[in-house]
């Protein structure tokens, strides 16, 4: 069990189930963990976060667990609503990285997602977010060393980002991916958590993209 006692811990996104989950997991460890809502962090808005960062004492880790995006095929979407996506979860990771007072040999971590790896038809532009986001860690190790940078894949995870399909389509999609995949089951926010805790803590990762998708990409 890692000891976090006297560590101040950011996470963005502690009213989802990944980032809910990620900060209880760093407060089981003992940190001091900062959970913001977005009335005081908005992904999308460069003077609160800029306010924020400005009013707090500089964080041992911050965790960006935080995204609303719309998804679709690229014929499909519409292209304010694909703008709007890359807004929200690369450019509102990117801005918040960049106003983050982060301790040296702290930790920054962002949550990308499996399709990085593994394109689907229905979610192009998800894919394209979640490789660059997992790029941005790679290069902000080298420049925010000796802080370092990695980045979360999960697979399907039930939490309520599934939340606007109806209750009977998404149970049909959960069903059926945890037929598909090697470990015959969805994500729970936990196992998602319990990496964001790994590569936080562990003074030798950096630079890395640690997956945690149930099989889903090699499925
Ligand atoms: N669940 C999955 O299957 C899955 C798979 C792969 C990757 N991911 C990624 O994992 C991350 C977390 O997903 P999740 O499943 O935990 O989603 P979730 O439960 O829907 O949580 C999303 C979080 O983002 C926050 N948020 C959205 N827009 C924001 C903004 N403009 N400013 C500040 N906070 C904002 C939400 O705050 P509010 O409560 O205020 O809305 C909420 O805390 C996302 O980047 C998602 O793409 C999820």
Excluded: C
């Excluded at 502690?14 to 913001?36: E, N, W």
């Excluded at 106003?99 to 040296?104: E, F, L, M, T, V």
């Excluded at 420049?143 to 999960?154: G, I, L, T, Y």
């Amino acid at each position: 069990m890692v000891e976090l006692k006297n560590k101040r811990v950011l996470v963005v996104g502690a009213s989802g189930g990944i980032g809910g989950a990620a900060a209880d997991a760093f407060s089981a460890a003992g940190a001091d963990v900062a959970r913001p809502g977005r009335d005081e962090l908005d992904l999308l808005d460069d003077t609160r976060i800029a306010a924020f960062f400005g009013s707090q004492a500089p964080f041992d880790h911050v965790v960006i667990a935080a995204a609303a995006t719309k998804t679709g095929s690229v014929a499909r979407l519409a292209e304010a609503d694909a703008e709007a996506a890359m807004n929200s979860k690369f450019f509102g990771a990117y801005r918040v990285a960049k106003a983050a007072k982060i301790n040296d040999g702290g930790s920054l971590t962002f949550v990308s997602g499996f399709l990085s790896t593994r394109p689907s038809a229905s979610s192009v532009l998800q894919g394209a977010i979640n490789a660059a986001l997992e790029a941005l860690a790679r290069g902000l190790a080298l420049e925010r060393a000796p802080v370092r940078v990695n980045a979360v894949s999960p697979g399907l995870v039930d939490t309520k980002l599934w939340s606007g399909m109806a209750e009977a389509d998404r149970q049909a999609m959960f069903e059926g991916a945890a037929k598909r995949l090697p470990v015959r089951r969805v994500g729970r926010a936990e196992d998602i958590a319990q990496a964001i805790l790994f590569v936080a803590t562990n003074s030798f990762v950096t630079g890395a993209t640690v997956t945690v998708d149930g099989g889903g990409t090699i499925a």
